[in-house]
């Protein structure tokens, strides 16, 4: 599945390279002509992923829920779903926990002596 954002580079690709119409292109692409002309309105947010950022390296073992809680202390209006979707974006994740160290090998069994404090 192709996302909407890959679909207008192909449409711009075809009508660079090959110099086919926009909705010959469309038609190739199998897209929606209004979806290639799409222009966000959205603001581009880089003030909160700021916050977000320091937040994270602040605190490396807070996860998005824990630092939702702390931006919403610190008077943030914004949603668990923006916050998320924000914190993706930035490419932040929990820092992974090195692993426990196993024994390496295999165990050698218990001799039994044959008489009682031999050891």
């Known amino acids: 599945m192709v996302g909407p954002a890959a679909k207008r580079e192909g449409v711009a690709h075809l009508r660079a390279v090959m110099g086919l119409s926009e909705r010959r292109a469309c038609t190739l692409v199998d897209a929606d002509r209004t979806m290639i002309r799409y222009q966000s309105r959205r603001a581009p947010d880089t003030e909160l992923r700021g916050q977000i950022r ?60 044959a008489k009682a404090n031999a050891r």
């Open 54 to 113: 320091d937040l994270a390296n602040e605190r490396k073992r807070f996860g998005y829920r824990r630092l939702f809680i702390l931006l919403r202390q610190g008077g943030e209006p914004s949603g668990i779903n923006r916050i998320y979707r924000l914190y993706r974006e930035e490419g932040l994740t929990v820092r992974k926990r090195r692993a426990r160290r196993r024994a390496v090998g295999t165990r050698a069994p218990i001799l039994v002596e």
